[in-house]
């Protein structure tokens, strides 16, 4: 739990950062980067967080930045892709996903808790986040009313009222922080104390993480045989369970790309050197646990 920890720490310490410190670096096209401290803290993050891992590659780190992938399932006519989505991305992102889902009717699976119990007193919002980086939030540019005509959607994740009270209490917390102007050491020292009780964090991210992802493969399951093309734009860290999930159902793999989230300064790309890629096979792997450390 001490590496989602760190993330939180990286994300929080940003999003109270002005504008200027985080936007100056540019690229060799017309692309803005993100800052090179930003930048360097992120690649800080990756080799602590193992985020590659937790992710089974859905979000990479290359020498231009951060990526993500989406992979094509197929089998007898039927196709799932899954699209590995980030809450904030380079301004474009959401806008060139929606325009490859244009072409033949699609059934998308959307995430979004819903807050039906009116549980969350103040729902955690990265736009002012996104603002103050220059980028875009997926809230606003990737909500259901900006989809192609023709994508229909179903809400396929939890509610408020599905989580435990420590989930709930964690996500007021959170929602607290990213609504203060200014930062607030009490109320991240608050909600670290929360996540740091072992029960809690367990709790915390089965509920975010376990009891969300059996609600979309359910939701998969009901959809397959009146479907030709189902899309799901997920969290990546909840994707290599959904993965695993179509891969055991016959579904083959057929096809993979990668955009760019966050792009890198383009000097980075001297002295980041590639990576050797790691063993993702579906049945190898640390467990979700072991690789948080909780």
Not at 13 to 34: K, M, N, P, Q, W
Not at 107 to 125: R, S, V
Not at 189 to 204: G, N
């Amino acid at each position: 739990m001490k590496k989602i920890i760190l993330l939180l720490v990286l994300v929080l310490s940003c999003h109270f950062l002005g504008a200027a410190e985080l936007t100056t670096a540019r690229t060799d096209s017309a692309e803005t980067a993100i800052s090179p401290l930003l930048a360097l803290s992120i690649i800080l993050i990756f080799d602590v967080a193992d985020l590659e891992d937790l992710t089974r590659d859905y979000i990479t780190l290359g020498p231009t930045g951060i990526l993500s992938t989406e992979k094509y399932y197929e089998k007898n006519g039927v196709e799932i892709r899954l699209l590995g989505m980030a809450h904030v991305a380079e301004k474009g992102f959401y806008q060139n996903v929606k325009n490859s889902l244009h072409g033949k009717p699609a059934l998308m699976l959307m995430e979004g808790i819903t807050d039906d119990a009116k549980l969350l007193k103040t729902p955690p919002d990265l736009g002012a986040f996104a603002e103050k980086l220059g980028v875009d939030s997926q809230r606003d540019k990737f909500s259901p009313r900006e989809m192609p005509d023709n994508v229909e959607i179903i809400r396929a994740d939890l509610d408020s009222s599905d989580f435990s009270a420590g989930t709930v209490e964690v996500l007021n917390s959170l929602g607290k922080i990213y609504s203060e102007k200014h930062f607030n050491a009490s109320s991240l020292l608050m909600m670290y104390l929360k996540l740091s009780d072992l029960e809690v964090s367990q709790t915390f991210m089965k509920d975010l993480l376990t009891k969300r992802n059996e609600c979309l493969i359910n939701h998969l399951q009901e959809n397959l045989a009146r479907h030709n093309l189902i899309l799901v734009p997920w969290g990546a860290m909840h994707l290599p369970e959904i993965e695993k999930w179509v891969a055991n159902n016959g579904f083959t793999l057929k096809d993979q790309k990668s955009r760019t989230i966050l792009r890198f300064p383009s000097y980075f790309k001297y002295f980041m050197s590639k990576k050797a890629p790691k063993d993702h096979s579906l049945n190898s792997g640390k467990s979700l646990y072991e690789v948080l450390g909780i």
